[in-house]
């Protein structure tokens, strides 16, 4: 699949790669969409998500499960704030499940996992946790640890059994997979393409991670998201008399 | 973990430390030194108790739901869950259990999140949110802290399966009066408690009931 063609040309505003293991922050304004293309096979990304006017309001794990009765993320799905509005919209996805449970790995795990790998001996091949990642890409906007809430990780798949035991499943996203969110509220994104923490991979191969931004067409009432459950429309009027 | 693992506790009320019934929809703070066992009581049966857990020498560190279910590879907490916190250290572990499931997914109710799970003209009903945030006003400056030190918090004695599908569920509580659950603390620990002011929700049949909270000295 081209993960460009469903972006007209008129409508890109920009590009970027990052690198595996690494992490990026930006702004997403209301009416802007951001495709994230898995350009390897198998990339984990760790998000979160903050209203940038006021960035106490942040993405709330808890909220976007149970207002929508789910324990993963894909089409049709909302990452709903913890002030009950709709911070983005996953309006297109090729991989059918992403990851709100698993969290992020730190510093700690990643070396007792994989070896300790210095930026001395292995220049940027050296390994980077999520948690650290996180943490920089926040420090840039004033914000911190305590700022560090439960995060999605796009891309990733973790299943629970009956006795609510969690299993990694390997080879849920290829490459050339991607997802589009459409943001519904002036954003900062923040991300980690870090390994996911229960990845059972004993190497530290984290792959790369494509951003492209274009302005969204505006949800109409017969938005796929919005429409997705009950509890949606309310999020999406919630979200839409902040902007009135 | 996270099969149903009942486990009694041998603690005599008449020796703890400390013993309050907490009405519903009240918040709680309190301190736990570290090596104190904190036992919570769901008096009347499926009653929701908000609750997270903070480092007393610094806040900052705190309850993390996502490590804790991780590190534990289980998203229930029952009998020998270790309770993580988001610096990778033990806060508390959970020593006995007569319920035997309790949910971290799930988080607090708040008005905001009330009106789009239920309705618009929900949003005046009390909530755990404005029970930690009060919580919070009345001695929260004690600790430096603020809303922003609120994460996704334990929810004891609630019942939310994670389905193999990837749904989650809002069942019929596995709880009934006089269950509770008991946890000793690995560190000096801040205990802040919303106990679940919800009538929307048929979890608790509509109708939110006392906590007995107690305390005992290592």
Redo the contacts between chains.
């Keep these: 699949m081209n993960a460009t063609t469903s972006i007209a040309p008129g409508r890109l505003l920009w590009e970027e790669t990052v690198h595996g293991g690494g992490h990026w922050s930006g702004v997403l304004r209301r009416g802007t969409a951001l495709r994230l293309v898995d350009l390897d096979g198998g990339v984990n990304v760790a998000a979160l998500f903050y209203n940038q006017e006021e960035k106490l309001e942040r993405y709330n794990m808890a909220d976007t499960l149970k207002a929508q009765h789910t324990a993963h993320l894909t089409r049709g799905f909302v990452c709903y704030s913890d002030m009950g509005r709709v911070l983005c919209s996953i309006v297109a996805d090729t991989v059918g499940w992403h990851d709100p449970i698993g969290g992020v790995a730190d510093n700690k795990d990643i070396v007792a996992k994989y070896g300790e790998h210095r930026f001395q001996e292995h220049r940027n091949e050296m390994t980077r946790s999520g948690r650290e990642g996180l943490l920089i890409e926040l420090g840039k906007w004033g914000l911190g640890a305590r700022d560090l809430v439960a995060n999605v990780n796009f891309f990733s798949k973790v299943v629970a059994d009956e006795a609510g035991a969690l299993r990694f499943q390997p080879g849920n996203s290829k490459a050339g997979d991607y997802l589009d969110l459409r943001f519904e509220m002036n954003t900062l994104v923040a991300l980690s393409t870090a390994p996911h923490p229960l990845d059972p991979g004993s190497q530290y191969a984290p792959g790369r991670l494509q951003l492209i931004a274009w302005r969204a067409e505006a949800p109409g009432e017969d938005d796929y998201c919005r429409n997705f459950r009950p509890e949606n429309r309310r999020g999406f009027y919630n979200t839409e008399i902040l902007f009135r | 973990m996270?099969?149903n693992t009942i486990q009694p506790s041998n603690l005599d009320p008449a020796t703890a430390v400390y013993d309050f019934t907490l009405p519903a929809g009240e918040p709680w703070m309190h301190e736990i030194k570290r090596g104190q066992t904190l036992r919570i009581v769901d008096l009347e049966g499926n009653q929701a108790v908000d609750t997270l857990f903070f480092g007393a020498r610094d806040p900052?560190e705190r309850y993390?739901?996502?490590?804790t279910?991780?590190r534990q590879?289980?998203?229930?907490l029952t009998t020998g869950s270790a309770l993580m916190s988001?610096?990778?250290n033990v806060m508390l572990r959970i020593v006995a259990d007569t319920c035997g499931?309790h949910d971290t997914?799930?988080?607090?109710c708040?008005?905001?999140?009330?009106?789009?799970?239920y309705?618009?003209d929900k949003k005046h009903m009390h909530n755990c949110?404005d029970n930690f945030l009060t919580a919070l006003a009345r001695w929260g400056h004690r600790y430096g802290m603020t809303?922003?030190?609120i994460?996704?918090?334990i929810n004891f004695f609630m019942n939310?399966?994670?389905?193999?599908s990837?749904?989650?569920?809002?069942e019929d509580g596995v709880s009934a009066p006089g269950k509770y659950v008991e946890m000793r603390a690995e560190m000096d620990v801040i205990a802040l408690i919303s106990n679940c002011p919800q009538l929307n929700n048929p979890c608790n049949a509509y109708n939110p009931t006392p906590i007995r909270l107690l305390v005992w000295d290592a």
């Design positions: 996270g099969a900052a993390s739901a996502q490590d279910v991780r590879g289980n998203v229930y988001n610096e990778g499931r997914l799930g988080g607090a708040a008005a905001e999140s009330n009106t789009v799970r309705a618009l949110r809303k922003r030190d994460p996704a918090n939310v399966p994670v389905t193999g990837g749904g989650l569920t809002f």
